[in-house]
Structures are given as structure tokens and as C-alpha cells.
């Protein structure tokens, strides 16, 4: 039966644009432990002030715990590189308790890696979805009928078009839904003079909020230099990581015997190889999932090393090259290879800034061609549109358009592609090198190869 604050509460909805049968579902379903308000979490004024009049949806009920905001600039693509980023992440994760909830904002930097690291480390997680829905109506009528047992929240669009303070106004919604729903936040990135770094200082001088609910990671690879000053001379709390003295990096160690030759260039009479070049990985592996490559980032594995090295040793274990249709015509998985020699491989190193990446990084595994072609490997074919058209279909892995991008002709690369993953555990020790640009390389990655290893850095 329903009672006069239910029905107080249904012709508000109506009023706001939420129809008739919504809105009852929204009561029933409230009955049931979902929370619908018309204010948000204390601190109510401020929040209003940074995200307007809005429908507040909480599924499961409004979780009794302090809701801690992990913040962050943009990373880059390469994330192996932020390493000190993931020790905070995982640090600030394995100090967390019962009583905190971890809030997650789609489409704000430290998402998915929030997400992982709750899974990770059992920890409960708040899921914030900002209606981004034309009308009110709309909004409600997309609220799902089913929802895990989680904490969850729902934003609507505005109710109005009542004005948000001018501090925080035009700044991105996801941002300021992160920052104004925690009660206390962790920084462990911020790019000086970005929107980020306005909207925390903004936090900050906001009397609503007390300065030392904000903790800024301090040191390389997170926040440095005079943000740092001028946070804490704001109240925030300074926060200090320090990694442990013994790193994996080799360096310390005495180099191993080794029992395959360091060669150099000179010492190549005739070059009757064609060449794969490795490049460091932005992303997962091939065929690593997602998941798997946030966990090697967030637990400090060694498959969180993405680098040309890393890429190298990766293929030097498996024993295989790994097809991939990236930037082949007709979604073909092929291996490519260059006829090119070392000193020509150097010589087109380059960077394409349409795809982001360089091109013919001195690393890699040159196999002899004979055996290649014994696997079925072909020259590409490099042409028009219409040499493309004209072609049968089993030539068609083997095409390149041949058009210039930023002044570049392919042609020059003389590639040579295999359908399908290349088995490297079919060659013998006499049929392909490793190819690196020092000796110090050379050391690291004689531990894995038995193949001779050719260093490229005296040329």
C-alpha cells in the first residue's frame, strides 16, 4: 500500500518527465532497498553547485562506507612505462578495508584500472553511470531491470538548466562526478596546468570539503615539481611511495656465459635472410586478453613489460610469430617480413604519425629464405586499386596498396608476408638471428635464444 511520502515522491518524478509507469516501478522497486532522491550525498550544496539539479538512483541502496576517488591525468599508450603509477594503485588498493568503497566513473582515466583492481582485491566498488539521455523520461526508462549486488549510481541529465559555479563550469561532467562524489580522493597523477589540475585546486579552496581529504602521490612517475608545493600549501596531504631497492632489471648481475655467438655485421658474409622487426606492444599481447594484461600492470608480473625487448623475448619463448590482420587489406592474419639487410633496416627506421608508432625498430628475428619459403612465404605485391580488384583471391594476403602516406612509399620495405603464425621450434640453430641494437641487449637476450645474435649498434 502506498504511503503519502510515496506518493509525494511519484508526482515529483511525474513532474520532473519520469512517466507514470516508471515512476511505480521506481516506488516498487524502492520498497525494496533501491534509493531514489532529488539531492545528492552531503556535501548537498557544493555538489549541486558542480553537477546541477540531477536524479539520484542507487539500485542496491546507498552504501555505508566512505567513497574513496582514485584521480589521474591521461597515461599515454604505453603503460609499461608507469610503473610507479601501478605500485600506487596496487599500494593504495592493498590499504583499503571493509569500510571503503572505490568509486568508478566511466570514461574517467583511472576506470578500467579501478575496475581490475577491486576484482583483484575483493574490495567493494561504486559504479557511476552519468545519464547522458536527452530527456528525463528517456533516462528512466533505460535504468536496467536487473543490477548485481554492487553498489551502483545513476545520474539523470539535468532536471533544469539551472547554472553550475563558474569554477567548474564547461569542465568534463565525468571528471567532476568523480571528484564531487568522493568523500576522500588519492592523486596519483596530474598534469600541470590541465583541467585536472584546475578542478582539484578548485576541490580544494571549496570550504565543503575538508583540504586533507585529498592525498597526493608524490615522486617519479606520479605527481613532482611544484604541484606539489602548491597542493599541499592547499591542505592536501602529501604522500610519499617508495619501491623496493632490488629491481629486476639485470643490471647488478654478472653477465651469463653464453653459448650461442654475439656476432656484428662484419662478420655476415651474404644476406640471404628476410627479417620480422619487433616494436614495443601498446595494449595487450596478441590474443592476451584484457583482463590478464591489467593484471600483469597492477601486480608488477613481467609480462607487464611491453618494450621491443620484452616483445622479442616474448617471441624467442613461445617460439612462434603470431599472426595479426593489423593494417592488412581484407582482415588477411599474416607474419611480415623485409628483405632488407641490417644497415638498410637502420636506414628506414622511421616514425609514421598516422599510425602512431615507429617503423623497423632495430630488433627482431632474421630467418634464412629458403627455409621461408618452405613454409610458404611470398613477396607482397605492391599496386593500385584496380591491381587489387584484378586480383584472385588466394594473392590477396600478399597485396599492398602502394599509395604515399606523409611522403612514405612502401614499395621501399620489400616486405614479404606468411599466412598464419610462423613456427619458429621448426628451425635449426644454423637457420635464423637474433637481431638487437647492443651487446648489452645481446647479453639479456642470450639467456633465451638459440639462434646467434646480431648486434646492430656499430652500424
Not at 60 to 85: F, Y
Not at 353 to 375: N, Q, S, T, V
Amino acid at each position: 500500500m502506498a504511503t503519502a511520502s510515496d506518493e509525494l515522491m511519484r508526482e515529483r518524478l511525474i513532474h520532473a518527465g519520469v512517466s507514470v509507469d516508471r515512476a511505480n516501478w521506481m516506488l516498487a522497486r524502492s520498497r525494496q532497498g533501491a534509493v531514489i532522491s532529488f539531492q545528492p550525498t552531503t556535501p548537498v550544496t557544493a555538489i549541486q553547485a558542480w553537477l546541477g539539479d540531477r536524479l539520484w538512483w542507487w539500485p542496491t541502496g546507498i552504501p555505508n562506507a566512505r567513497c574513496l576517488g582514485v584521480i589521474s591525468s591521461h597515461l599515454g599508450k604505453s603503460l609499461e612505462q608507469r610503473r610507479e603509477w601501478f605500485d600506487a594503485l596496487r599500494t593504495l588498493a592493498l590499504r583499503c578495508d571493509s569500510s571503503t568503497v572505490l568509486v568508478s566513473v566511466p570514461q574517467t582515466t583511472t576506470c578500467s584500472f579501478v575496475d581490475r583492481a577491486a576484482e583483484l582485491f575483493g574490495l567493494d566498488r561504486l559504479r557511476v553511470e552519468i545519464g547522458k539521455q536527452e530527456s528525463i523520461q528517456e533516462w528512466a526508462r533505460q535504468l536496467p531491470e536487473q543490477t548485481s549486488g554492487s553498489p551502483q549510481l545513476w545520474i539523470s541529465p539535468q532536471l533544469d538548466d539551472a547554472a553550475e559555479c563558474d569554477a567548474v563550469k564547461g569542465m568534463p561532467l565525468q571528471d567532476r562526478v568523480a571528484m564531487a562524489l568522493s568523500d576522500e580522493l588519492r592523486v596519483l597523477y596530474i598534469r600541470a596546468k590541465g583541467r585536472l589540475d584546475s578542478l582539484l585546486r578548485t576541490r580544494l579552496a571549496d570550504a565543503a570539503w575538508l583540504p586533507q581529504s585529498v592525498r597526493i602521490a608524490c615522486g617519479d612517475g606520479l605527481v613532482e615539481g611544484p604541484q606539489v608545493d602548491d597542493f599541499q600549501q592547499l591542505g592536501a596531504i602529501l604522500w610519499y611511495l617508495h619501491r623496493s631497492d632490488q629491481e629486476i632489471s639485470g643490471e647488478t648481475e654478472d653477465p651469463p656465459e653464453h653459448e650461442v655467438p654475439i656476432l656484428k655485421s662484419s662478420d655476415v658474409d651474404a644476406w640471404n635472410y628476410l627479417t620480422h622487426c619487433t616494436r614495443g606492444r601498446q595494449g595487450p599481447w596478441p590474443k592476451q586478453t584484457e583482463e590478464d594484461y591489467l593484471d600483469d600492470l597492477l601486480l608488477d608480473r613481467a609480462g607487464a613489460d611491453h618494450s621491443c625487448l620484452a616483445a622479442l623475448c616474448r617471441i624467442l619463448n613461445q617460439q612462434r610469430l603470431v599472426a595479426s590482420n593489423a593494417a592488412i587489406r581484407g582482415g588477411y592474419e599474416t607474419v611480415s617480413f623485409t628483405e632488407a639487410n641490417p644497415e638498410e633496416l637502420l636506414r628506414l627506421r622511421s616514425y609514421k604519425k598516422h599510425r602512431g608508432r615507429w617503423d623497423f625498430e632495430p630488433y627482431g628475428i632474421a630467418i634464412r629464405i629458403d627455409r621461408l619459403r618452405e613454409m610458404g612465404i611470398q613477396s607482397v605485391q605492391y599496386g593500385s586499386e584496380s591491381d587489387w580488384d584484378n586480383l584472385p583471391n588466394e594473392r590477396r594476403p600478399y597485396f599492398q596498396l602502394n599509395r604515399e602516406v606523409e611522403g612514405f612509399d612502401w614499395s621501399i620495405e620489400r616486405e614479404w608476408r606468411c599466412v598464419g603464425d610462423v613456427d619458429l621450434s621448426q628451425l635449426g640453430e644454423a637457420d635464423a638471428m637474433v637481431l638487437v641494437p647492443t651487446h648489452a641487449e645481446a647479453f639479456a637476450i642470450g639467456r633465451v635464444s638459440r639462434w646467434p645474435i646480431l648486434v646492430l649498434e656499430s652500424s
